[in-house]
T-cell receptor, first 114, second 112 residues
Framework: DTAVSQTPKYLVTQMGNDKSIKCEQNLGHDTMYWYKQDSKKFLKIMFS???????INETVPNRFSPKSPDKAHLNLHINSLELGDSAVYFC?????????????FGNGTRLTVT | AQSVTQPDIHITVSEGASLELRCNYS??????LFWYVQSPGQGLQLLLK??????LVQGIKGFEAEFKRSQSSFNLRKPSVHWSDAAEYFCAVGNAGNMLTFGGGTRLMVKP
């Protein structure tokens, strides 16, 4: 009955490869997000999706593309992986995109690019 | 631009001692403030939030935080720390679209 689930938990791959991380939420939330946590634990928003529409796209490389087949899923596709993409990626969801809607986070996907 | 600063990267306290984790924010309007906790290998869990009203907010696990507009602070406190409180703590401010700007985190270690 996990609320926000991400797969895989660990992902090790080589530079230049293309990979995807899946995220699903069973909370019935309308908004989903992707955050990146670097090696110094600093968290930064990457994407936010509301009702399958991208509402704000931070300045991330266009090698990163979110895909949302329905409002319960927000997958992250990464093309041409680089060493600097190594990080922990967190998916999150919230009831809405309003300020008073707390985020629920998944347990993260640790991506290592070699 | 909005920002969040957590001045203490690491804090060590003895079990049973009181705890205060500092958070300072920079935000042009009335801030929406949050504290999240991250246990090793886990995602972030919301401890408490401040939107308006009473400046002292209560959260889960016995935590509380006080919003002080004059000091641009939102410090997290707990009167008696338990070993299970050892984790990484993040302060955050809410932005448009409910995106959060996080501080750099404070790692709490608890001595027996």
């Amino acid at each position: 009955d996990t609320a926000v689930s991400q797969t895989p938990k660990y992902l090790v791959t080589q530079m230049g490869n293309d990979k995807s991380i899946k995220c699903e939420q069973n909370l019935g939330h309308d908004t989903m997000y992707w955050y990146k946590q670097d090696s110094k634990k600093f968290l930064k928003i990457m994407f936010s999706y509301n009702n399958k529409e991208l509402i704000i796209n931070e300045t991330v490389p266009n090698r990163f593309s979110p895909k949302s087949p329905d409002k319960a899923h927000l997958n992250l596709h990464i093309n041409s992986l680089e060493l600097g993409d190594s990080a922990v990626y967190f998916c999150a969801s919230s009831h809405s995109s309003s300020y008073n809607s707390p985020l629920h986070f998944g347990n993260g996907t640790r991506l290592t690019v070699t | 631009a909005q920002s969040v600063t957590q001045p203490d990267i690491h804090i060590t306290v003895s079990e049973g001692a009181s705890l205060e984790l500092r958070c300072n924010y920079s935000y042009g309007a009335t801030p929406y403030l949050f504290w999240y906790v991250q246990s090793p290998g886990q995602g972030l869990q919301l401890l408490l939030k401040y939107f308006s009203g009473d400046t002292l907010v209560q959260g889960i696990k016995g935590f509380e935080a006080e919003f002080k507009r004059s000091q641009s602070s939102f410090n997290l406190r707990k009167p008696s720390v338990h070993w299970s409180d050892a984790a990484e703590y993040f302060c955050a401010v809410g932005n448009a679209g409910n995106m959060l700007t996080f501080g750099g985190g404070t790692r709490l270690m608890v001595k027996p």
